[in-house]
């Protein structure tokens, strides 16, 4: 006869005295405020052209979304969404008067929440003097869900910029899981 | 209990572990998404607009026409001065090069044929393009019919007017300061393009 | 998980080969400019050339030629007379030039010739210009020499009287003639 005593850590047993009669072994553990965040679906939206072809000026843009799932918070949670504006990978400089390198977006985080966090970029015409603080939701339960982050709402620093020419505009939306307590 | 034959797993965990390995962390997780788009090389020349109101000796301008009310001094029968301003508005979104060319390499009479002796036929002018802060002449300069033309590079994208200025000196002939014309109808055309250096 | 379109626009961009095809030049709209040269011509004042007996004398209208000698005052017979007016004429296109003569000289003061005296005598018209010369000899009517041309032309008319001598005898008198030339353009 076997009595096999795993010990974890986090446990403790006490050997009981052999002895006739009952004993009692407290058994007890913890779980750790922890958030887990689960992989894009799409790493890369790629909203296409963004010029106007008749005069060069920023065109309608269509919102384009990617999804995040099996995102979970075994508690209650502070999700929050920063991003860069768009700007041309590829001019050096500051562009000349009546032209932007850069397009500012607003882009969501939607589902965690009961309202999306959101984050409006606000960059110059070169992309700079973009803000620095995430928008942020916060649940007081935790929470195992999708988000979809949703990229809409594209703007020109200033109405009438047309946008240098470049093939590869790019910007980075960065989302945020935070266990709150 | 001795005597007792069981058999007690015990297995406690300390924490849960994620299902798709250790990942879960009580730090805050980041993820990133990149978003692209690109633009295009493009440029955009609208129609020229004739200004009148600075001209000298034009009679009218009508589409792309502009005609010269007279070409001759009634007197000395030579070339009489002319000018004119034309205005388009253009855009290029990337480093670029204008070019200005003229078909006929100045006011040609049409047919241009031979001038008679003490005669000329050929009339020179020059269109001077102001463009992106950058300017260049086209010299038409008629010394013999055929296609002349000029560029100018500019090393940045540029929205706003092209300015051309159409000149005709008093006097100039192909043949010579103050040479008659021989009578007839002389024409060129002039075009501008944008495009790539 | 990024999908294809992603994994090519990566692939291209290292290869250097990706972004938007060379962008084509863009024309204005064409500058047609004309001018139209009108035929136009200018005839300048004449000047007097060779001269036998004669004197010529420009005015705004083109001038007064005098035959200083036109008879031999012991015969009443013409003398040798001959003048050559040069005249500067300038067209730049088609052009239509004629010298008229009214006839030959008349007597401004008789009209009927009597006792073997004439009223009348003729003379040798000429004009030269652009190469070709062309001639008449009066013969009492008007008469008219046509010089006309297509083109474009240049240069100095050469108009050249010429009276022979020995016509007559004359009646005493004032002898006159009128020549015209005449230039427009077609």
Known sequence: MKLRLILLAGLALTAPALADGTGTITVSGSVSPACYFGSPVATTLNVGTLANQADGTLAPITPQSTTIPSSWCNTGSTIGIIASPLVAQSYIGSPPAGFTKAVNYTATAAGWATNSASFTTTGDTSGGGNGTTPGTQTTSDPVAQTITVTVSNFLAPSAGNRLVADPNYSSTITVTLAATH | ?197 | MTNRTDILLAACLLAGLCGPALAATVAAQPLQVNGDVPVRCKLSPPAAGTSVNTSFAPNSNGGDLTLTGLVDPDTALTRATESVIQIPIICSGAYSLTITSQGGLSNQNASAPSGGFATHVNYLLSANWAGATQSVETAGSAVTLDLSQSGSQAGNLSIDFSLPAGRGPLVAGTYTDEITIQLNAQ
């Open chain 2, 1 to 197: 209990m001795r005597g007792a034959n069981a058999r007690i797993a015990v297995l406690l965990a300390a924490a849960i572990a994620a299902a798709a390995g250790a990942r879960a962390q009580s730090g805050p997780q980041t993820g990133q998404i990149t978003v692209t788009g690109s633009v295009d090389r493009m440029c955009i020349m609208a129609n020229p607009q004739v200004n009148l109101g600075a001209s000298t000796n034009i009679g009218q301008a009508s589409g792309g026409t502009v005609t010269i009310a007279d070409l001759s001094d009634d007197q000395q029968m030579t070339t009489k001065s002319t000018d004119f301003y034309v205005t388009l508005s253009g855009m290029c979104n990337y480093s670029h090069l204008l070019t200005i060319s003229s078909d006929r390499g100045g006011l040609w009479r049409e047919p241009a044929g031979l001038a008679t002796g003490g005669f000329a036929n050929g009339v020179p002018y020059r269109a001077t393009v102001d463009w992106g802060g950058s300017e260049t002449v086209l010299l038409a300069s008629a010394a013999g019919e055929g296609q002349v033309q000029q560029t100018l590079s500019v090393d940045q994208p540029v929205v706003g007017g092209v300015l051309l200025h159409f000149h005709i000196d008093q006097s100039a002939t192909n043949a010579g300061s103050g040479v008659p014309l021989v009578a007839g109808n002389y024409d060129d055309t002039i075009r501008l393009t944008l495009g790539p250096q």
